[in-house]
């Protein structure tokens, strides 16, 4: 092992030694959390301020700007990294913001590595954006590790990776892509929004950075939007909070609450989205009016063997292919239960159309060469009962 690599190692061990005394649940209703020392409130006050009086010049007063500091998001962040195992976590007004941030640690003439199915906004901003800024992409089918490898250059600095994949759900080998960049001088940053720490920690797989839309399954509930960005190393820790100061897409007060209040259930959520998807996914699959159906619990996902030794559970997100844009758009129009919407991770199940809404900044030719087809139907399971959600998209298919 590189000098580098084992620095890199020491720092997550030491990262990850975090309250290593409480166990997941615990973490997510404790860490960061503490009784508020003026009334003893057991959750976290929104502390709706934009500025602190200070006590004196050079006081060392550690609140001066809700920009740069604020007790609520201070309170998120700190729960966020020990969740992911992390040295610092920062929050951001949206998942893209926190994006923008990452790819903000590189500069013009940096080329990074990406997954090439991931979600729309990400290929929006990286080609419609920071391509014009110098930064140059490649879009790889990341879980082929041979051919990851091909397209690492001189000049590459970053390999970014969305697994499960939005919404192919193609799954990525964390800890061998980290094998692969060890040495070199390549961050791993890893998208983990579809399926939160509880089922999946990429920085213990050897990921330095990761990020998250918290608007989904860490918050919850569909009521905030916003995301964040969990750093492992000292550098890009500081990196990062400068950005967030100098930037300001910061998370509110009001979003950090809502988000922490969130997270105190997610443990119990996920195991609830995660086994209405396997009733589901098994029910969809016995349907032959279904093309084809895409679960990483289903023996027959293509890394349905890495999806048992690199995650914890296999998560609620479903996609399936019903043929033809025709077809979907008569299931789609048929849900009642299942809302039709953007968005994903709520407690209600949530079902969308990909090529015409997340993937809709997408060109048509990338999204048939990346298997986004018309037909194709993604589905959040939520944790209503499994059997009045099938009761649903079975109605729904019956018209189709």
Request: hydrophobic share 40%; charged share 25%.
């Amino acid at each position: 092992m590189s000098p580098q690599a084992k620095k890199r190692s020491a720092g997550r061990k030491k990262a990850g030694r975090k309250k290593q005394e409480l166990s997941f649940a615990s973490k997510t209703i404790h860490a960061g959390q503490h009784a508020d020392p003026t009334t003893g409130a057991v959750m976290q006050p929104i502390y709706q301020v934009s500025t602190y009086k200070q006590p004196g010049l050079d006081a060392g007063w550690k609140f001066d700007y809700a920009r740069t500091i604020n007790p609520t998001r201070s309170a998120l962040e700190a729960n966020l990294a020990a969740l992911e195992g992390g040295r610092a976590a920062h929050c951001f007004a949206s998942g893209m913001s926190a994006i923008h941030a990452v790819l903000a640690l590189l500069k013009s003439g940096d080329h990074v590595v990406v997954s090439e199915n991931v979600y729309g906004g990400t290929y929006r901003l990286f080609e419609g954006l920071l391509r014009q800024f110098g930064l140059d992409f490649s879009w790889v089918d990341t879980s082929d590790l041979d051919q990851l490898q091909g397209a690492i250059k001189d000049n590459t600095r970053m390999v970014y990776v969305e697994t499960p994949t939005n919404p192919t759900l193609t799954l990525t080998d964390i800890k061998a892509v980290a094998k692969l960049v060890d040495g070199r001088r390549i961050r791993l940053v890893v998208d983990n929004t579809f399926m939160s720490p509880f089922f999946q920690r990429p920085i213990e797989l050897g990921a330095d950075i990761v990020v998250h839309s918290t608007t989904k399954y860490l918050n919850g509930h569909s009521d905030s939007v916003g995301g964040t960005v969990i750093t492992t190393r000292k550098a890009d820790s500081d990196r990062i909070g400068w950005l967030q100061n100098s930037v300001g897409a910061i998370l509110s007060p009001m979003d950090s609450f809502l988000v922490l209040r969130g997270i105190k259930t997610l443990a119990l959520r996920m195991e609830r989205h995660d086994k209405n998807a396997r009733k589901i996914a098994k029910w969809l699959d016995s349907k032959r009016k279904i093309k084809k159906v895409i679960y990483p619990g289903l023996p027959d996902h293509p890394q349905h063997r890495l999806a048992k030794r690199q995650m914890s559970g296999f998560g609620g997100m479903i996609s399936f292919d019903l043929g033809s844009m025709a077809k979907a758009k008569k299931f789609l129009g048929r849900v009642k239960l299942c809302a039709m919407a953007e968005s994903l991770g709520g407690v209600e199940s949530l079902i969308s159309h990909p090529a015409s809404m997340t993937h809709g900044s997408v060109p048509p030719s990338e999204r048939a060469r990346i298997g986004v087809t018309d037909g194709l139907v993604r589905i959040s399971c939520g944790i209503e009962e499994a059997d009045d959600l099938i009761a649903d998209l079975e109605q729904a298919l019956r018209g189709v």
